[in-house]
């Protein structure tokens, strides 16, 4: 087993509830600010999606471009009992179209979301001072930068390094180009957990260190997710900001996750039925994921049908180590005007 880095945090898990989801989209419910942001995001996020689904693999779709295991198919094949070619394709297409999506979907979110919250997209060019940004939004004499990545474990040890060097090379130009003495830096996971990273967002800061000159650091990094340092008069803070912690820090306010997962499932997902109760599930936990119990059948909100609390839950489970129950008091009260 290999030793743990010095330093290193150990994050606890990260545990939401469900009347904390509801409570937050309450608030939402009654603010019209919140209110007009999700609408706008709503509206250009089903504008990207369906262009998006345009593009996918349609009947015009060739085998060459699939780029699939020959391999993974047999042992399919043999898993399901498949006797013929075309029981494998009716797999290998919606697992295509998944992949197709993962890919961009990250950006998508990127476009439609930022710029609703004053922050500017920042075209990231290869071999640029910006290459390692995303997105810069200035307040006061902050700066702040954004470097934004799908998942919580798609870093390795070389792109730590690459984002630690862009760092410490450019952070005096970035500040120049704005005219501004204080930048705060974020790496950005657009969902998970610290719990589920697999750490080597942390060691950006750890190799922020060991390339700065002995005396610049303000705030180690040991047993934290941030550091700070000052060199040539311009302090920069660099944090690692996964899922709930970076929506809101990207809105500036505790609503930016709940506004997001609304947009989206607003512009996704039409409202119906509630799942039915005695459905099956395959995977075994998803009928406590996205259980209604203990929500009055009375709770009632302008934003999201009853069928859609559910696809909140289920969003909001990729999200946190733990979704939980929680305390309903909140509700009861908020029905009764107390």
Not at 53 to 62: I, K, R
Not at 305 to 310: P, V
Request: proline fraction near 4%; aromatic fraction near 10%; glycine fraction near 6%.
């Amino acid at each position: 087993m290999m030793a743990r880095n010095i330093g290193l945090p150990k994050p606890t898990p990260f545990y939401l509830t469900k009347s904390k989801l509801l409570s937050s989209l309450t608030f939402l419910d009654n603010n019209q600010a919140s209110k007009d942001r999700v609408l706008k995001m709503e509206v250009a996020f089903r504008r990207r999606i369906e262009s998006h689904v345009g593009s996918l693999p349609t009947g015009e779709a060739q085998f060459r471009k699939f780029n699939t295991s020959p391999f993974v198919l047999l042992f399919y094949s043999l898993q399901h009992g498949y006797s013929h070619i075309h029981q494998i394709e009716k797999a290998i297409l919606p697992a295509k179209v998944f992949s197709s999506m993962e890919t961009s979907a990250g950006r998508m979110v990127e476009m439609v979301v930022l710029p609703e919250y004053g922050w500017q997209i920042v075209p990231s060019e290869m071999h640029s001072v910006n290459s390692a940004l995303d997105g810069k939004k200035l307040e006061g004499d902050t700066l702040h930068l954004a470097t934004l990545k799908s998942g919580p474990r798609c870093l390795n040890d070389e792109m730590s390094e690459n984002f630690a060097d862009a760092i410490v090379n450019n952070f005096e130009e970035w500040a120049l180009n704005d005219n501004v003495k204080n930048i705060n830096f974020t790496y950005g996971v657009l969902y998970g957990t610290k719990k589920q990273s697999n750490k080597k967002d942390w060691h950006i800061l750890r190799k922020i260190v060991d390339k700065l000159p002995q005396g610049t650091i303000i705030e180690s990094p040991n047993e934290r997710w941030f550091l700070q340092f000052k060199s040539r008069d311009i302090v920069v803070t660099v944090g690692i900001r996964i899922g709930i912690e970076l929506w809101n820090h990207i809105a500036g306010e505790d609503v930016g996750f709940m506004e997001l997962a609304v947009a989206l499932i607003r512009a996704c997902i039409l409202p119906t039925e509630v799942e039915p109760e005695d459905y099956h599930f395959t995977i075994t936990d998803l009928k406590k994921v996205i259980s209604l119990d203990g929500v009055p059948t009375s709770f009632n909100v302008a934003m999201l049908q009853r069928s859609q609390l559910q696809w909140l839950f289920f969003f909001a489970f990729h999200f946190c180590d733990s979704l939980e129950s929680g305390e309903w008091d909140f509700i009861f009260d908020a029905m009764n005007g107390s």
